[in-house]
């Protein structure tokens, strides 16, 4: 039994070390991104609900991005604050702000998918750039540094939306470490020719390719997945590229409570259900073979089973991973989390188990 087991380690170990060397690689080891601007008219578009302290702080550092060509979409999702109120005083104050004003609707009441159809369909340039109003810009080139990957072929562009650190804080580590882990995934898989998702933080496409797929409509009964869902189904080889230059990240507020991030991350898993079987299958693989990865080596060691042989093993593996995550955390610029990884690994592995197991027993709540 203890020979198979062993067997089966090794096996484990080998997937693990082809994602790390195999597909994460591609991103990890990549070179670093030029930035070459381009003059291409865009549409920033933002859809809020209830975020008036948010957007009064970050509409205006997207008002004030250095580029030529540009307007604001701001759409009120149907607030029941002061954000509609401070969208219209913003109207005002920017001539290339546009302002869409999104009443609840009884077939698609609280469906933020339907306010940003509205608002792309209310757009005047041909090319998208979206953000959530709780997030800005890390320079006032963002706009420039993803526009600059589109090119005739290329016109969807998945960027990084990073969190902001907290110093002295585990739980800020956590989830910053996982949004890099995230990244790193979809940034490798699109370079590999298979982008499965992008994230609404910080995502652009050519308005053509919104038309293509009739929007939402495949997925509209699913709340969440504006941005996810749509990359999946829209995304191929042919038409995505990645921005990952520094000028091209948006920052938010990290979730102050472990509760918060664990329903955040419950409607992350529960959308990733309705991935194409291939994305399903790849992440699902991934995340299993890391848990199996633990348990065996607690197995195997716990019976001094080949243990010179399993720590060789375990070493390698940890090593590959690390260096890879190293080089990806520093395109990314989250260096200090490079040596958080073996611990918030772990975390992040039960924290999986939790969520996967929570949601069989409940639905994760959506949008505001």
Same mark, same amino acid.
């Given at each position: 039994?203890?020979? %198979?087991?062993? *067997?089966?380690?090794?096996?484990? !170990?080998?997937?693990?070390? %082809?994602?790390?060397?195999?597909?994460?690689?591609?991103?990890?080891?990549?070179?670093?991104?030029?930035?070459?601007?381009?003059?291409?008219? !865009?549409?920033?578009?933002?859809?809020?609900?209830?975020?008036?302290?948010?957007?009064?702080?970050?509409?205006?550092?997207?008002?004030?991005?250095?580029?030529?060509?540009?307007?604001?979409?701001?759409?009120?999702?149907?607030?029941?604050?002061?954000?509609?109120?401070?969208?219209?005083?913003?109207?005002?104050?920017?001539?290339?702000?546009?302002?869409?004003?999104?009443?609840?609707?009884?077939?698609?009441?609280?469906?933020?998918?339907?306010?940003?159809?509205?608002?792309?369909?209310?757009?005047?340039?041909?090319?998208?750039? %979206?953000?959530?109003?709780?997030?800005?810009?890390?320079?006032?080139?963002?706009?420039?540094?993803?526009?600059?990957?589109?090119?005739?072929?290329?016109?969807? !562009?998945?960027? *990084?939306?990073?969190?902001?650190?907290?110093?002295?804080?585990?739980?800020?580590?956590? =989830?910053?470490?996982?949004?890099?882990?995230?990244?790193?995934? *979809?940034?490798?898989?699109?370079?590999?020719?298979?982008?499965?998702?992008?994230?609404?933080?910080?995502?652009?496409?050519?308005?053509?390719?919104?038309?293509?797929?009739?929007?939402?409509?495949?997925?509209?009964?699913?709340?969440?997945?504006?941005?996810?869902?749509?990359?999946?189904?829209?995304?191929?080889?042919?038409?995505?590229?990645?921005? *990952?230059?520094?000028?091209?990240?948006?920052?938010?507020?990290?979730?102050?409570?472990?509760?918060?991030?664990?329903?955040?991350?419950?409607?992350?898993?529960?959308?990733?259900?309705?991935?194409?079987?291939?994305?399903?299958?790849?992440?699902?693989?991934?995340?299993?073979?890391?848990?199996?990865?633990?348990?065996?080596?607690?197995?195997?060691?716990?019976?001094? %089973?080949?243990?010179?042989?399993?720590?060789?093993?375990?070493?390698?593996?940890?090593?590959?991973?690390?260096?890879?995550?190293?080089?990806?955390?520093?395109?990314?610029?989250?260096?200090?989390?490079?040596?958080?990884?073996?611990?918030?690994?772990?975390?992040? =592995?039960?924290?999986?188990?939790?969520?996967?197991?929570?949601?069989?027993?409940?639905?994760?709540?959506?949008?505001?």
């Amino acid at each position: 039994m203890l020979i %198979f087991l062993l *067997y089966f380690f090794i096996a484990v !170990v080998f997937i693990q070390i %082809f994602y790390y060397l195999g597909i994460f690689g591609k991103f990890a080891f990549g070179k670093p991104q030029t930035i070459t601007p381009k003059k291409l008219p !865009v549409s920033v578009i933002v859809c809020a609900k209830n975020e008036e302290e948010n957007v009064k702080k970050y509409i205006p550092l997207l008002a004030e991005q250095n580029y030529p060509d540009f307007e604001i979409v701001l759409i009120d999702d149907a607030s029941s604050d002061e954000t509609l109120e401070v969208f219209e005083e913003f109207e005002e104050k920017y001539s290339n702000i546009r302002l869409v004003k999104v009443k609840n609707n009884e077939a698609f009441w609280g469906n933020k998918k339907y306010a940003l159809t509205l608002g792309i369909k209310a757009s005047t340039k041909d090319y998208l750039l %979206f953000t959530d109003a709780d997030c800005y810009p890390n320079s006032k080139d963002w706009i420039t540094a993803m526009s600059s990957q589109f090119t005739m072929n290329k016109t969807i !562009v998945l960027g *990084y939306g990073g969190y902001e650190k907290k110093e002295r804080s585990l739980l800020n580590k956590i =989830i910053r470490f996982e949004t890099v882990l995230t990244a790193m995934q *979809y940034f490798s898989w699109a370079k590999a020719g298979l982008p499965y998702m992008g994230v609404g933080r910080n995502l652009a496409y050519k308005k053509e390719e919104f038309f293509n797929v009739n929007g939402f409509i495949d997925h509209i009964q699913i709340r969440s997945g504006d941005d996810d869902l749509f990359v999946n189904q829209a995304a191929n080889k042919a038409n995505t590229t990645i921005a *990952y230059s520094p000028e091209s990240f948006t920052y938010s507020k990290a979730k102050e409570t472990y509760k918060e991030w664990f329903t955040q991350k419950r409607r992350h898993v529960a959308t990733a259900n309705y991935y194409k079987f291939f994305d399903k299958m790849q992440l699902g693989l991934f995340y299993s073979s890391q848990l199996l990865f633990f348990l065996l080596v607690i197995i195997l060691l716990a019976f001094q %089973f080949q243990w010179i042989a399993v720590l060789a093993l375990l070493a390698t593996r940890y090593t590959i991973a690390w260096i890879v995550i190293g080089f990806s955390a520093g395109k990314l610029k989250e260096n200090d989390l490079k040596v958080w990884f073996p611990i918030v690994e772990i975390v992040l =592995i039960f924290t999986q188990i939790n969520i996967f197991i929570t949601n069989l027993f409940s639905k994760p709540v959506n949008w505001k």
